[in-house]
């Protein structure tokens, strides 16, 4: 929005995320659960930061500058991932859809960069 180049190696790769406050409410949800090891929380889907860049770009009418040059992405290097969430389905807990508030959380960056 700024027009500031930035360097973005891997625009295409898939990424999962999860909502801090639902993070807050699986830990909590897991408390009183009788469950030892390893256990996954995200929300459900994956998204590409090709895809929130476009979606920038329609909200605001101002084009991306991707320059190998400019400033590294903070996701740079990052492999592309879903995140399996199995267990905590089986234990009874149901994440949120990724695409249902997504686009919802860039609209309040929006908000506060204009």
């Avoid at 090891?37 to 101002?62: D, F, P």
């Avoid at 949120?96 to 506060?112: A, F, K």
């Amino acid at each position: 929005m700024k027009s500031i180049p930035m360097n973005i190696d891997n625009l295409d790769n898939q990424m999962g995320f999860i909502r801090s406050d639902e993070a807050g409410k699986f830990m909590a949800f897991l408390v009183d659960k009788e469950y030892r090891g390893a256990i996954n929380g995200s929300s459900e889907g994956t998204i590409s930061i090709r895809e929130i860049i476009e979606y920038v770009e329609k909200k605001t009418g101002t084009k991306a500058v991707i320059d190998k040059a400019g400033e590294d992405a903070p996701y740079n290097g990052e492999p592309e991932y879903s995140i399996n969430t199995e267990r905590a389905r089986a234990l009874g807990f149901q994440f949120s859809t990724l695409h249902d508030w997504i686009y919802g959380l860039i609209d309040e960056y929006i908000q506060m960069v204009k």
